[in-house]
């Protein structure tokens, strides 16, 4: 069964940083390309960022420069590294296996519970 568990979200000013992670049990990360969605109320989820079995990472236009992904292996984790962060940026955060080709990226079933992020200006 997989689960995906998100954690690091919070409070934080405009301009600071976070830490997401994302704790993965039933899949290996390793072999998963993976992604950040994020879904701001009354918007529609949107992908952030993705990192894909090679290594390779696409990142939304608006996060470009300041969020960086990346994986632990040995943790079986997915993490999201986010700085400058702005108003903007405030929304519940979800990690998920992805599938598809560029520019047409999807994500896989189970999704976690999100985690919070709230950026005060």
């Known amino acids: 069964q997989v689960q995906l568990v998100e954690s690091g979200g919070g409070l934080v000013q405009a301009g600071g940083s976070l830490r997401l992670s994302c704790a993965a049990s039933g899949i290996r990360i390793s072999i998963n390309a993976m992604g950040w969605y994020r879904q701001a109320p009354g918007k529609q989820r949107e992908l952030v960022a993705g990192m894909m079995n090679s290594g390779m990472t696409h990142y939304a236009d608006s996060v470009k420069g300041r969020f960086t992904i990346s994986r632990d292996n040995a943790k079986n984790t997915v993490n999201l590294q986010m700085k400058s962060l702005k108003p903007d940026d405030t929304a519940t955060y979800y990690c998920?296996?992805?599938?598809?080709?560029?520019?047409?990226?999807?994500?896989?079933?189970?999704w976690g519970q999100g985690t919070q992020v709230t950026v005060s200006s």
């Open positions: 998920a296996r992805l599938r598809g080709a560029a520019g047409s990226y999807y994500p896989l079933p189970p």
